[in-house]
Structure formats: structure tokens, C-alpha cells
């Protein structure tokens, strides 16, 4: 390879030989870059060429317009089409080698109305005998079919739609061109000259049903137009269908890489799983190499040169290419060596390629690009492949695709070992939030209204892979999230702000309790890590939220008389030490989700100076073993009985209309056994917050009821106690 290749192969970060015309020679290790002459869709409105993955289908309603064709040696045929206005275009009639309707055709001509054009008729597989008559008209180019089959043909071009989407000049009578009565047909097509697509399509009918338009004389439309819904292909951001029109650009090879690619996939673990069959599908329903060049203004120029001919043509199988060491170079400024400005575009001169790269030809490479493939080798060995690519599903068939590609081509390697594929926002009628629909929301009053901590909450409560809805109520859970976090942390360090010395560690915790706390919290950090490590952050935020609020809501009233207490018992220790390790293991739960608030928080009380520790952000992630010297509960089950008794006697009270402080006269219970042991270990705790003497309490052996585990009978005193 020359310097001047190494250039190209430098801009476009792949390995390439250049290919012209359709020429296969093979490329090193098996990648290839064309630049060649091909069919491509261009919109009828924008001049730009789009790639397989910038195309759409959208269905259309057409009309079946049936048009007789002459048979050379006399007879006819009826071909249906939905585009009459390519009849000039026509370069052969086909039908299904099994249809017996017209095996006896094969081999003879036909001629086009109109047109008179002599055009084979031929068998090709996939003509539809159940659609329209049958038999069907190959025009260069109606659709993808109509490419796919005139690549095999050996057939002319018959090029009518212009890049512009309007038909432009032929001349009938010469190649290719070619009619049995050129003046006829020069006058027909001069009325559709320069028409679009469309109002030609409805000036071909108006032909059609002209005396005279069927070879020989005659009508060559016949019957009524019949409807007809078919998919058409549309510019993914555009409004006008596509056609199809010769274009020299440049490719990267691989159609022929299917395979590769497929199994380059399988080796990537895809979050959720299943948007790996996006991926697969849409390897398999390649039809088209990567075409990497635009026509536009902005965007990373080829380096590449061609000489100029003599009548004033460029000289495309003679490129020039920059050296590797000049770029980058923009080849519509700079010159190729041995030229000056004045030769620019002169015969005996030099003209650059007015092609810039496709935007995925270039984000394709963002892995390498943070590496600094190329510049610092150690850097790059150290940060590729990369650990997770995270991105959207709609462009599974873009940049993640893509990105695939240029990692296996340049290294055999996959771009990262994890991609976590997120949805759309929708707005509250469900639809996608996009600028172009004019349904975005800006994020700043959200910012006031709920804030950064609420909306990202909110964020984080979508799921991967899930189209999530603009949701206030979301972000209202979201901010009372926040407001709890930092009013529950203001209680609990208030508690042990009454201590005395360092905060108690989790030797200390004891009470029974207080175990069943830990042992919850042993289970919750398990549920968020797991998630975390498979990259479900919804499910870990699902599992840290739900226990901090019955940390909240049931622990903190249940333990916070033992920890208020004077004394410096191991009661109370226990407590201190229990509130201190929840506190401290919820913060670093939240912290992903939270970030500011869990940081505030930290800083009050748990930050050292430096180190880990001086941010809840930087502090090591809770484990199991940090309360590996813990015991377990004697009994299972022991949180979830104590807040049940307290929640029963707080709800009498309510239900009275009487203070939580209202003392309790009688407190009958009735449970299975492990409920009544669960309970017992736990009960001075649930009568301390229920001002209830342990003298009015009576436990005797009984069956659970439907929706708890004990049968409770409360009794209020007649009096608050002077």
C-alpha cells in the first residue's frame, strides 16, 4: 500500500483497495471500499443519496393501471403497474417461470406502448402470479426488486428520474433509447419531460388512454384504475417517496459478511437480551454494502484526487490519493502533489471528490476515538474492546451496527463487551418526543419544579429496552423520594448526635430487632447489586426504594424510644449502631439515583477528609460482608411481625380518632407459633411505640387470619393518664 492509500485508509479508519465500476477485486484480510457507480434511493426533493438504514417503509395506497403491450409476432399482454410514468424506462416484461399463462412468451419481445421500446420477456422468480396480471414490467428503476434484477441482467440503463425527482431529457432513437418509431415516442416523452414523478405518473394515464398509444393503433390503457395498498420506501425524515437513481459513491463492503457479523453479535451480551434479535434481523435483511459517502457540506471529506481528461471528464480509475502525514485535507481546497490551484477542474487537471463521509462512517468509530487507536498504543490496548456501548433501539441498526463492523474489520474484536439499549421518551399521548413533531419538553422547569434529583429519579425508573411516558406524577414520587431522604437522614443523625464519642459500629448491633433490619438489608443489597451487574438500574433503584421506605416508615418509629434513651445500655447501642449502618448502606443504595441529596446527606456525617469515604460517589459500594459478623435473626420474619402489631394498634387509635400516644388498656393476640416467637423477640419495641404496659398484653396460640398473622383485639383506656 502507498503513502496516499494509507491516507484514504487513514480518514476512513478502514482497511480498503478501490473499486470502480463494479470491478470485484479483493480487498486485504477480505474488507473492501468502493467507489463506484451504483442505483440509489434519493428522496424527489433532497439531493443526497440514503443509506438501507435511513429508509423506511410506509404504506401507500396505489393504482393498478392496466396497460396492454404489444408481443412482437403479434398477440398481446397486460401488464398491471403502479408506475406508469416509468413505461419509457421499461427494459423487460417478467413473469414466474411456473406460470403456464405465459411460459409460451418467454424468449419473444415485446413492445412498449407509447415508447415503442422492444424489450425481452423473460422468467424471473419473483414475479407474483397472483398480483395484478401477473406479469410485470422491469423499469430501471421502479423499486429495490427492479435493481436487484437488472443487476443480473446485462440489460442498459434506462435512466428517466433525475436527482432532482424530475424526468429529465432523452432522446429516442439512439442508444439506449432504441424505438420502432422514435418520432412517436420522442413526442410522447416531451410531454412528461420534466415533470415529477408524480404529475408525470398522472400525464401517463392521460397518454395511455390516447388513440394510438397501443402499438399498431388503439387505446393502450384499458379498464378502470384499481386500488391497491402497497409499502413504499420514504427517507426516514422525509415526506416524498424514494427513487432510484445511478450515483458513483463510496461503500464498504458487507453483504457478503452476513455470517461474521452475526456471530460478531453473539459474542456482545445485549441489555435486555431480547434487542438481540433487532440486531439479527437486521444483519439478515442486508441488501445493500455500507455507503459512506453524502453529498452535503458538512462532515470528514475523502483525501482523494482524480485527473482531469482531455475533454475535460474526470479520470475516476486513476485516483490521486493525500499522503497519510498531510492530513486532513479537504481535496476542494487543498491541491494533489504536482498541481496548482489554476489546474483545478481544467482539462489536463485535477478535481477533488465532493463527497464528505456519512456521520455513522465516522461515530462508527468512537470506541477506537477514546482509545486513541493510533496514537497511544498502550492507552488503546487498555481501553478496547470497551466494557458497554449505551444507546437507543432505534439505532441498533446504525450505530450500534455499525460500530460492530468497523471493530471486526479493523481488530476481529467486538467494540464493547455489553450495550445497554434504551426506549423513547413519549409524550402523554404515547407519541415520541422529537423536535421535528414540536412535542419536546426542555428539562430547565422541570429542573425548578421537581428537581435534578426528581428528574433523574424519573429517568431511572424506566426500564431498559421500554418506551417510557412524560409523567408528572412520576417526577412527584421522585421529589417526595428526596424530601424524605434528606428529612429521615435529619432524624436519624439527630438521634445520634445524643451519642457520645465516634459513631457506634456494627459489632454493637445486638437486638433482635435490629438484626432483622440488617438481614433485610443483607437481601436488599444482594437484589440492587445483582441488578446493577446486569445492567437493570430500574430493578436495583425498585428494590433500594422500597426498603428504605419501610425503613422510614415502620423501623425508625418502631426503634426510635430505645435510642433516645439516656442510659447507655447495649439496648440502645444496638439502636444507635442499626440506625447508623442503615443510614450509611441507604445512602450509597440511593446515591446512583440521587446524587445530590445522598451527597448532602454524606456530608453531614459519614465524609472524611479525604479518601474513598469524602464522597458518597466515591465510597465502595455496601456489601454482605460488611455485616458478616452480624448474627442472623433467631426467627424468621421478626421486622415484618413488629410492624404489623404496630401498625394494628395505630389503626385502633386512628379509628377512635384518638393520639398515637393513647395509652392501651387490653392488647389481645392470637398467632401460629413461629408468628408468636417471630413477635415475642421484637414485642418490648412494638409496646414501647404503642404505649402499650406490657401488663395489658395477653399472646395465646390461634390461626392466622387471611390478610396478617395474628387476630388482634385492642382496647383503649378511658383516659389519657395526668
Given at each position: ?8 485508509e487513514a480518514a476512513?479508519?478502514?482497511?480498503y483497495d478501490?473499486?470502480?465500476l ?11 471500499v468502493l467507489h463506484?457507480?451504483?442505483k440509489?434511493s434519493?428522496?424527489?426533493?433532497v439531493?443526497?443519496?440514503?443509506a ?9 395506497q ?15 399482454l397486460?401488464?398491471a403497474?403502479t408506475?406508469p ?5 421499461c427494459i423487460?416484461v417478467?413473469?414466474h417461470?411456473?406460470?403456464e399463462?405465459?411460459q409460451?412468451?418467454?424468449g419473444?419481445?415485446a413492445i ?6 422492444r424489450?425481452p ?8 402470479p397472483?398480483?395484478g396480471?401477473?406479469?410485470l414490467?422491469v ?6 426488486m427492479?435493481v436487484?434484477w437488472?443487476?443480473?441482467s446485462?440489460?442498459?440503463v434506462k ?5 432532482n425527482g424530475?424526468?429529465?431529457p432523452v432522446?429516442?432513437?439512439q442508444?439506449?433509447f432504441?424505438s420502432?418509431?422514435?418520432?412517436a415516442a420522442?413526442a ?6 420534466g415533470?415529477t414523478?408524480?404529475?408525470?405518473k ?5 397518454l ?13 390503457l ?5 386500488p ?5 420506501k420514504?427517507?426516514?425524515?422525509g415526506?416524498?417517496?424514494?427513487e432510484?437513481?445511478?450515483t458513483r459513491q463510496w ?8 455470517e ?5 453479535g453473539?459474542k ?5 437480551a431480547?434487542?438481540?434479535?433487532r440486531y439479527d434481523h437486521?444483519?439478515?435483511?442486508l ?13 470528514v471529506?475523502?483525501p482523494?484526487?482524480y ?6 471528464e474526470?479520470?475516476?480509475d486513476q485516483?490521486?490519493?493525500g ?12 491541491c494533489?502533489p504536482g498541481?496548482?490551484?489554476g489546474s483545478r477542474d ?6 477533488g471528490?465532493?463527497?464528505v463521509?456519512?456521520?455513522w ?9 477514546q ?9 488503546h490496548k ?8 449505551p444507546?437507543?433501539?432505534e439505532?441498533?441498526?446504525t ?7 468497523k471493530?471486526?474489520?479493523?481488530s ?5 463487551h455489553h ?6 421518551i413519549?409524550d ?11 412535542n ?10 421537581w428537581?435534578?434529583d426528581g428528574?433523574?429519579?424519573w ?10 411516558a412524560y409523567d408528572?406524577?412520576?417526577?412527584k414520587?421522585g421529589k ?7 428529612n429521615?437522614?435529619?432524624?436519624v443523625l ?7 464519642g ?7 448491633i445486638?437486638e433482635?430487632?435490629?438484626l ?9 443489597i ?14 436495583a433503584?425498585?428494590?433500594?426504594e ?12 418502631l426503634v426510635?424510644l430505645?435510642?433516645?434513651?439516656e ?9 444507635m449502631?442499626?440506625?447508623t449502618?442503615g ?11 440521587l446524587?445530590?441529596?445522598?451527597e ?7 465524609a ?5 469515604d469524602?464522597?458518597?460517589h466515591?465510597?465502595?459500594?455496601p456489601t454482605?460482608?460488611e455485616?458478616v459478623?452480624?448474627?442472623?435473626p433467631?426467627y424468621?420474619g ?9 401498625a ?9 380518632q384518638?393520639s ?7 392488647l389481645e393476640?392470637?398467632?401460629q ?20 404496659d406490657a401488663?395489658a ?5 390461634g390461626?392466622s387470619?387471611?390478610n396478617?398473622?395474628f387476630?388482634v ?10
Open positions: 500500500m502507498g503513502d496516499g492509500e494509507a491516507a484514504v476512513l479508519g478502514v482497511h478501490l473499486l470502480l463494479d470491478v470485484d477485486l479483493p480487498g486485504r484480510d477480505g474488507f473492501e463506484e457507480l451504483r440509489h434519493v428522496p424527489s426533493r439531493m443526497m443519496l440514503t438501507q438504514a435511513e429508509v423506511e417503509d410506509r404504506p401507500q396505489g393504482l393498478f393501471h392496466d396497460i396492454r403491450f404489444a408481443v412482437e409476432d403479434g398477440g398481446e397486460s401488464v403497474t408506475r410514468e416509468l413505461l419509457g424506462a423487460a417478467v413473469a417461470p411456473d406460470d399463462r405465459y409460451p412468451l418467454f419473444k419481445f412498449t406502448p407509447l415508447f415503442g421500446a424489450v420477456i423473460l422468467a424471473a422468480e419473483h414475479a407474483d397472483e398480483k396480471t401477473g406479469i414490467m423499469c430501471t428503476f421502479g423499486d429495490a427492479d436487484e437488472w443487476k443480473q446485462r440489460l442498459p435512466q428517466l428520474i433525475g436527482r424530475r424526468l429529465v432522446v429516442f432513437g442508444a439506449p432504441e420502432v418509431n422514435p418520432e420522442q410522447a416523452y416531451d410531454q412528461i419531460a415533470l414523478a408524480k404529475q408525470a398522472k400525464k401517463s394515464a392521460e395511455l388512454v390516447e388513440e394510438g398509444s397501443f402499438p399498431g393503433g388503439g387505446v393502450a384499458v379498464g378502470d384504475l384499481r391497491t395498498d402497497q409499502m413504499v420514504f427517507y426516514e425524515k415526506d416524498r417517496p424514494l432510484f437513481v445511478p461503500f464498504i463492503k458487507i453483504l457478503k459478511h452476513k461474521a457479523l452475526m456471530a460478531q453473539e456482545i451480551q445485549w441489555h435486555p431480547y434487542m438481540r434479535t437486521w444483519v439478515e435483511g441488501n445493500q454494502d455500507w455507503c459512506i459517502s453524502r453529498q452535503r457540506y458538512f462532515g471529506p475523502f482523494v484526487w485527473p482531469v481528461g482531455a475533454d475535460g474526470p479520470v475516476f485516483p490521486i490519493f499522503a497519510k502525514e498531510t492530513l486532513p485535507i479537504d481535496p476542494q481546497y487543498d494533489p498541481f496548482d490551484e481544467q482539462p489536463g487537471g485535477f478535481t471528490d465532493p463527497d463521509m456519512d456521520t462512517a465516522t461515530s462508527s468509530l468512537t470506541p477506537q476515538i482509545s486513541h487507536w493510533g496514537v497511544d498504543d498502550a492507552r487498555k481501553l478496547f474492546p470497551m466494557d458497554v456501548r444507546q437507543s433501539h439505532i441498533i441498526r450505530w450500534a451496527f455499525y460500530t460492530i463492523v471493530a471486526w474489520m479493523h476481529d474484536e467486538v467494540p464493547w450495550v445497554v439499549i434504551s426506549g423513547w413519549l402523554p399521548d404515547r407519541k415520541k418526543m422529537s423536535k421535528s413533531k414540536g419536546v419538553v426542555t428539562p430547565e422547569n422541570l429542573l425548578d419544579e428537581t435534578a428528574v433523574r429519579y429517568a431511572a425508573r424506566a426500564r431498559l429496552g421500554t418506551d417510557t408528572p406524577s412520576v417526577f414520587v417526595r423520594l428526596v424530601n424524605k431522604v434528606f429521615a437522614s435529619r432524624f439527630m438521634q445520634l448526635e445524643s451519642g457520645e465516634e459513631l457506634p459500629g456494627v459489632e454493637h445486638t433482635p430487632l435490629d432483622a433490619l440488617v438481614d433485610r438489608l443483607r437481601t436488599t444482594t437484589q440492587a447489586t445483582s441488578a446493577f451487574e446486569a445492567f437493570d438500574y430500574a430493578t433503584l425498585q428494590a433500594a422500597d426498603d428504605f421506605w419501610k425503613f422510614c416508615d415502620h423501623y425508625l418509629e426510635k430505645r435510642s433516645y434513651s442510659e447507655d445500655t447495649a439496648e440502645r447501642r444496638s439502636a449502631a442499626a440506625l449502618y443510614l450509611r448502606t441507604f445512602l450509597k443504595l440511593l446515591a446512583p439515583f446524587p445530590y441529596v445522598t448532602e446527606v454524606w456530608s453531614w456525617a459519614f472524611s477528609k479525604d479518601g474513598r469524602k464522597s458518597v466515591s465510597s465502595a459500594w454482605v460482608d455485616v459478623s452480624v448474627d442472623r433467631e424468621d421478626v421486622f415484618e411481625a413488629a410492624v404489623e402489631m404496630l394494628t394498634i395505630r389503626g385502633a387509635k386512628t379509628k377512635a384518638k398515637l400516644r393513647w395509652p392501651v388498656s387490653k393476640i392470637a398467632g407459633e413461629a408468628d408468636r416467637k417471630a413477635l415475642q423477640v421484637a414485642l418490648e419495641d412494638v409496646l414501647r411505640a404503642g404505649h402499650v401488663d398484653v395477653v399472646i395465646s396460640d390461626p387470619p387471611e396478617g398473622r387476630a383485639t385492642v382496647e383503649l383506656a378511658e383516659a389519657m393518664p395526668e
